[in-house]
């Protein structure tokens, strides 16, 4: 007989928002109440900045996007007991999040980013997230 192990895993996606610092403390709780493994993500586009600041090579936009993830794991009030992982990821946001979903137990995103529309509910990286993702999302307010 073959026994199957489910491994719990919790993704988190930041970006440096209020929202996103609200949607790691939540996937932190969840993580420690699961027992399971913390993967914080930080997925930045490299295309946007090619014609709006063609200044910036790929090594800058690498660099300001790690600065997202440390500012956003220093702020997280717990990491006592997490099995915590961060990565920076060159991609589209939404994209990058539904697959780094694969073979997680659950997806933690913040109800809206810094895009410009702050008027909406939810955002159109988690509504992508919410029907897309390959594991339950759990939209953070």
């Known amino acids: 007989m073959t026994t199957i192990q489910n491994v719990e895993k919790v993704v988190v996606g930041v970006d440096g928002s209020a929202n996103s610092d609200r949607a790691l403390?939540?996937?932190?709780?969840?993580?420690?109440?699961?027992?399971?493994?913390?993967?914080?993500?930080?997925?930045y586009e490299t295309t946007r900045f090619v014609v709006t600041e063609p200044h910036r090579d790929a090594a800058t936009?690498?660099?300001?996007?790690?600065?997202?993830?440390?500012?956003?794991?220093?702020?997280?009030?717990?990491?006592?007991?997490?099995?915590?992982?961060?990565l920076v990821i060159a991609g589209e946001p939404a994209q990058v999040l539904i697959d780094a979903s694969d073979g997680a137990s659950l997806l933690v995103?913040?109800?809206?980013?810094?895009?410009?529309?702050?008027?909406?509910?939810?955002?159109?990286?988690?509504?992508?997230?919410?029907h897309h993702a390959h594991c339950p999302v759990l939209v953070a307010r």
Do not use: M, N, Y
């Open 61 to 86: 936009l690498q660099s300001a996007a790690q600065e997202v993830l440390d500012r956003a794991l220093a702020k997280l009030s717990a990491k006592e007991g997490l099995d915590l992982e961060g």
């Open 109 to 130: 995103v913040g109800t809206r980013g810094l895009g410009g529309f702050t008027g909406l509910l939810l955002g159109s990286i988690s509504t992508k997230c919410v």
């Open 25 to 43: 403390e939540t996937a932190a709780a969840e993580a420690r109440l699961r027992g399971a493994p913390l993967k914080v993500v930080h997925a």
